[in-house]
């Protein structure tokens, strides 16, 4: 049978499959029967399959086990977050949300992992990597500690993205997602009596000003051309109304597109905060870890995506992304050394899509077709140059 009448009659069990995995959706570290339904429907196909790799993850490899093996990844976690679509198939468990899409990419890798499995002599080996915990930026090193990029040559990804509309895929060149890291920075002073604030350090005070310091100093002491976020999510500090606080712990997250910059950051903000609280009569100490680096697509990978892209949606609806995302994509931990592309699958609908991470993001279906036709031409093309 061939692909594009097979996809048509496999197509409702995917979808079906997607609204089930959109009413049970598991949080980073805890997607047990998330992989036991992935490792279930990848052996009826013939795949060959191991559990528990990562953690939670599922490998699964088809074809040739000597030679050039291509990879594809795919996420499979969801998020701490109520839903609010009032979708049929709303999740059933309460403050636990597919709000970013993995649901969709397990299906799509699905399907594609069909339509491979339904080619007759492979002639180069192909690999599933279906990773946990995406959403807290571990899950591909556990997966890189289980070897699970072992023997690749390339590696592709897909990622839904609610700014563009069904039918429409967005591709990069080069950087595409910004290196991340989690900041962590601890203000000390001296308490004292609310009433008598001259008599104590006000670490309260004090962080106020590194708060306010730190994005006024990237304004002027870094290169504007070279953009860094620096937001902060949570402040704890203080315990009575007329205490002067004399300790305040501020976390947040840092962003950067230049991965030169990225390894200087953590010195640059330790000496600039240093500055800020010692001048203000306080000390502080700043704990920095880096998330994970960029994703770096590669030309030639991302080329074979445009190809394949423009012969399925057509070329006008291929679109060239002219600037790279602040957001994290652990799946840049997975190009240690091989060479990857991912690209954007456009989401929205007629009346358009909420954002990713939101209560309300509703993906359009109709995509999930679309992103298997693409990932599965570009696998092929990919296997079909790597024999020539």
Known sequence: MSSDNYLLEILPDLISLR????????????????????????RKCGWRVKEAVGRTGVLADLGPSEGPIVGLRVDMDALPIEERTGLKYSSLREGVMHACGHDLHICIALGVAKLIANEKNLKCGVRLLFQPAEEIAEGARWMLQDGATHGLHAL?????????????????DGCLTAAAGELEIEVLGESGHGARPHQSVDAIWIASHVINGLQEAISRRLDALQPIVISFGRIEGGS???VISDRVKLIGTVRCLDAELHKKIPLWIEKT???ITSSLGGRSVVKY????????NDQKLNALIEESASSIVGIDNVLHLDKPSLGAED?????????????RLGVAGKNGCAPLHNGQFSPDEQSIEIGIEVLFQTLLKWMKKSNN
Do not use: W
Request: aromatic fraction near 8%; proline fraction near 6%.
């Open 331 to 343: 799946f840049a931990e997975l190009l240690d050394g091989i060479p990857g592309a991912m690209f």
């Open 289 to 296: 870890k880096c998330i994970t680096p960029s994703v770096y």
């Open 156 to 172: 592709f990804g897909i990622h839904v993205y609610p700014e563009l509309k069904v039918g429409t895929i967005g591709i990069k």
């Open 273 to 275: 905060v240093d500055s």
């Open 240 to 242: 009575a109304f007329n």
């Open 19 to 42: 609204r089930h995995l959109h009413s049970h959706p598991e949080l980073s570290g805890q997607e047990h029967q998330t992989a036991a339904l992935i490792a279930g429907e990848l």
